[in-house]
């Protein structure tokens, strides 16, 4: 618990009322959800939710590191004891973190307070499968969306505040939302065409206009292992489709990429981008809508040529 903050913000509110901080008997009650502690687990949600608490009080802290895969990710017996300390859990869940299913669950029979946002979206399905995509942020909107859903959870623990600096934080993503479809709609219709890293970009292509013609690792995480026939199937499909780039992750070996790119025929760039996490400090993708900034430049730049 920030138990720092709570008395700042109890002070804060006896200044605004004009009493001396001596009237120690007015109760805190109303100023006990303040400061709330908060936990969120991707680098996405982390940056969301740290701008919520930025506007509206309270600590956020990002489980899953900059960098490293939710899809991956194990957390440390200390992490898991800080589910259970935290005011509330902010998740993706529909199995995007995955290392931290058991670690949530058991933090949530313990007396947690777990909210996974992306079941609330209106979650698509894989293509070719009934099992949800949890990779809802890369719709601009989706995530305008379950910033507001993020407000109203917080504000159920904490001050409406959270809810009101929720609608103007997704009216900021809504904003952002029609720079990056003006950017990626300066791609030629014909050459909207995605091969990313892993099915990650189901949403991204929905919302704005691409297609994907298949994936290095052709599942919804990062952890399956594509079979030599597979990659050599992608690369004919690669070939067949024109198709000129291939999406990897600045996050993980691109060896694979390469080796496929090598199988075309023709020359074919592979270009990075931030796929379930964000970028660095200082590299432009660290703040969820420079994000996807980077990636809608990067997406541009490749199939423009
Ligand atoms: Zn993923």
């Known amino acids: 618990m920030a138990k720092g903050a709570r008395g700042a913000s ?3 509110l006896l200044a605004a009322l004009g009493l ?7 109760t805190t009650e109303a100023t006990s959800a303040e400061g709330l502690s908060i936990v969120a687990t991707t680098t996405m949600l982390g940056n969301v939710v740290g701008d919520l608490a930025a506007c509206a009080g309270g600590t956020v802290t990002t489980l899953i590191p900059g960098g490293a895969d939710p899809h991956d ?3 440390s017996s200390k ?4 589910l259970v300390r935290a ?3 902010i998740a993706n869940g529909l199995d995007l973190e995955g290392g931290l299913v058991d670690a949530l669950n058991s933090a949530q029979a313990d007396g947690a307070r777990v909210y996974e946002v992306a079941p609330h979206i209106s979650p698509e399905e894989f293509a070719g499968s009934t099992t949800p995509d949890p990779h809802f942020w890369f719709d601009m909107s989706r995530m305008a969306d379950a910033v507001e859903l993020i407000g109203a959870q917080l504000a159920t623990v904490g001050t409406d505040k959270y809810r009101d600096c929720a609608l103007d934080q997704a009216a900021e993503i809504r904003a952002a939302e029609t720079q990056v479809k003006a950017t990626l709609n300066s791609v030629p219709v014909d050459k909207r065409v995605l091969v990313t890293d892993h099915d990650a970009f189901g949403y991204f292509a929905k919302a704005y206009g691409y297609s994907i013609a298949g994936a290095v690792i052709p599942s919804g995480t990062t952890l399956a292992e594509p079979s030599t026939a597979s990659l050599a199937a992608l690369a004919k499909t690669i070939k067949a489709e024109g198709v000129t780039a291939i999406f990897a992750n600045t996050n993980a070996p691109k060896a694979l990429a390469t080796a496929v790119a090598g199988e075309v025929g023709y020359p074919v760039e592979v270009v990075d981008l931030y796929v379930d996490s964000l970028g660095a400090s200082g590299s432009g993708a660290e703040s969820y809508i420079g994000y996807m900034q980077s990636n809608a430049q ?8």
Not at 20 to 26: E, K, M, P, R, V
Not at 298 to 305: D, F, H, N
């Open 10 to 12: 109890a002070l804060i």
């Open 298 to 305: 990067r997406i541009t730049e490749a199939l423009k040529g």
């Open 87 to 89: 005011d509330i859990v």
């Open 79 to 82: 992490q898991v004891a800080s």
């Open 20 to 26: 001396s901080a001596c009237s120690s008997t007015t």
């Open 73 to 75: 990710f194990s957390p």
